[in-house]
């Protein structure tokens, strides 16, 4: 299991890596991120936080730009939880506040009255910086909806599977309210500990998709 990690991060290192402000051009329509975060190292490389992938279709670019740009904590889980971890960390009682979904228009007749919008804001640009500041990543095309989520499962598994990955101790997910990041040492909470890559999905990985991936960027 560690040995298919530790590839997984060297080959994921040696992609070329974009950080914000970022090309829109330099990401495919449809695909794999992998995020790495600043101060966190795993393998004599950059550590992987964070994978993750989109459900529509042509949705990547719109995926990254609502993690990266958009500030909206209810169209981004990734956003939602940096900012759980900050409140929590600074023992800041906003955070049950930051916990309700305004998505609906049922949730937002319903709770918009006890929320103080302009506190929310500037949480929202605090959590912009600091994604903005301390995050790259690297993206791969998959253009077919089912393999990408498969894939994305699988190195999910892989990685929140080695005993050589942990975070620093000065991993601002440590603060985290949710024990499952904090576990894992990755912002999600979903594909963990469940089946990981193969050998033979390892070579599909590096002679299928990641070959492609030289093309996209030439």
Not at 126 to 153: A, G, H, P, T
Not at 187 to 206: A, G, H, R
Request: proline share 2%; hydrophobic share 35%.
């Amino acid at each position: 299991m560690s040995d298919n990690c530790r590839k997984l991060h060297e080959w994921f290192n040696s992609m070329p890596k974009l950080k914000f402000p970022f090309n829109e051009k330099n990401i495919p329509m449809n695909g794999i991120y992998i995020l790495f975060e600043k101060g966190e190292f795993a393998h004599n490389t950059n550590r992987i936080v964070r994978i993750g992938t989109h459900t529509g279709k042509n949705q990547l670019r719109l995926r990254l730009i609502q993690h990266f740009v958009n500030e909206n904590k209810d169209r981004s889980i990734f956003r939602k939880n940096i900012g759980r971890a900050l409140l929590n960390k600074n023992k800041d009682s906003f955070l049950g506040k930051w916990e309700l979904d305004l998505t609906t228009k049922k949730s937002k007749d319903k709770f918009s009255n006890r929320i103080d919008f302009e506190r929310q804001n500037e949480i929202e640009k605090d959590v912009s910086k600091y994604i903005q500041d301390n995050f790259s990543f690297v993206v791969f095309k998959i253009d077919d909806k089912q393999k990408r989520l498969e894939l994305e499962s699988k190195i999910i598994s892989t990685i929140s599977f080695c005993d050589e990955c942990k975070s620093s101790i000065n991993w601002l997910g440590l603060y985290s309210p949710k024990e499952k990041i904090r576990k894992s040492g990755l912002w999600l909470v979903n594909e963990l500990y469940k089946t990981p890559l193969s050998d033979q999905d390892m070579i599909k990985l590096k002679n299928n998709f990641l070959a492609e991936n030289k093309l996209f960027f030439s």
